[in-house]
């Protein structure tokens, strides 16, 4: 599996646009990079995933680089709710399923 | 998206006995996967569970210690066996849906003293 790479941690504004860096040199043509959250002693929360374009969705955005070996996920505008652990995983896929391996995570702290 | 559950949302059990965790969700499912966290860590894949065959362990997890069933495509269970200290962690099962994307449930938290 590819491996990424996050900062630990980051703090940012409400209301403010959070920008949480990966890294992931290593990626292969057909893997795709998913971003999860975690907010405490919930489940992981499915954010959005993509594979070579820019994606969107209601919750973020994904920007992938054109080589893919980094990506930004954007909050578009942070509140105190967003306050979680944020993956980035790349995801291989198998014959039996498609594993998602967890690294540490950016834990983001949304402050007033 | 998928609504999934599990039973029981907690439980603290003594050291040498065995617990069965369920996870059921709401529509039908090719693949469903278990995960441990351990305590202030990030979760690890612990198997993948196949419906009507048997399931994918990871390195470092045995079928013994962590027997799993997919008896059909909305429902499997987990079991920790013989249990120590060391298992205490939360147990976290998630589906695929066709469109690539996982959802997880709201795990189990697991105490064993």
């Known amino acids: 599996d590819a491996k990424t790479t996050q900062p630990p941690s980051m703090d940012c504004a409400e209301g403010r646009a959070a920008n949480l860096p990966c890294n992931h040199s290593t990626i292969s043509g057909n893997e795709y990079v998913y971003w999860y959250r975690q907010i405490h002693s919930q489940g992981p929360q499915y954010i959005i995933h993509g594979l070579k374009n820019n994606e969107t969705n209601e919750m973020a955005s994904l920007i992938i680089t054109e080589d893919r070996k980094s990506s930004t996920l954007i909050l578009p505008h942070a509140t105190l709710r967003d306050t979680a652990v944020y993956y980035c995983i790349v995801r291989v896929a198998i014959a039996a399923g498609n594993k998602l391996t967890f690294g540490g995570g950016t834990r983001v702290l949304v402050k007033p | 998206s998928a609504v999934i559950s599990q039973k029981p949302s907690r439980d603290i059990c003594q050291r040498g006995t065995s617990l069965t965790i369920q996870c059921q969700v709401d529509s039908q499912v090719t693949m469903m996967f278990w995960y441990r966290q351990q305590p202030g860590q990030s979760l690890t894949l612990i198997a993948t569970a196949n419906q009507g065959s048997e399931a994918t362990y990871e390195s470092g997890f045995v079928i013994d210690k962590f027997p799993i069933s997919r008896p059909n495509l909305t429902f499997s269970t987990l079991t920790v066996s013989n249990m120590s200290p060391e298992d205490s962690s939360i147990y976290l099962c998630?589906?695929?849906?066709?469109?690539?994307?996982?959802?997880f449930g709201p795990g189990t938290r697991l105490t064993v003293t």
């Open positions: 998630s589906v695929e849906l066709v469109s690539y994307e996982q959802y």
